[in-house]
């Protein structure tokens, strides 16, 4: 069998009048992430770690924020085709671990709907996707609540 793993970063900045997504779910809270799509921090860590492991580069090669056709995108729609590029070249997904950093609002409450949402979308069973949360101790950018930050790791197999 063969094996390959990836990892993902991605930090957005938290800002008023847009919404909170997080694996595709939308989160009540009073500030959303900043970004040329919907910003969903998650799904882009889980995408750079899946392009990651096999050296296909990074989302911004596939989905550059230069482009107007990414404006507004639907982070769940991008991670389908970044999938589909990981399926095509015989590799599938054996799990996802993931760690969200954030002061506010609380995530926990929201994690099983964020797994179900990625399950859903990646075609993969709940179990595995493991997604944890938590803050940085008022420390530094994330801990003044200036952004969101998620780093993932993703291995795949062939």
Known sequence: MNLRIGNGYDLHKLVRDRPLILGG????HEFGLLGHSDADALTHAIMDAMLGALSL???GHYFP???PKWQGA????????????????GWQINNI?????????KLKPHIKAMR???ATTLQVNPDQIGIKATTNE???HLGREEGIAAYTVVLLSR
Do not use: F, W
């Open 116 to 118: 179900d949402k990625l």
């Open 138 to 140: 008022k420390l530094g």
């Open 57 to 59: 580069g990074d989302i």
């Open 65 to 67: 924020p230069s482009d």
């Open 97 to 105: 671990d993931s760690v969200l950093i954030a002061e506010r609002p």
């Open 74 to 89: 639907d982070s769940l729609v991008l991670l389908h085709q970044v999938h589909e590029l990981i399926k095509a070249q």
């Open 25 to 28: 779910v939308t989160i009540p």
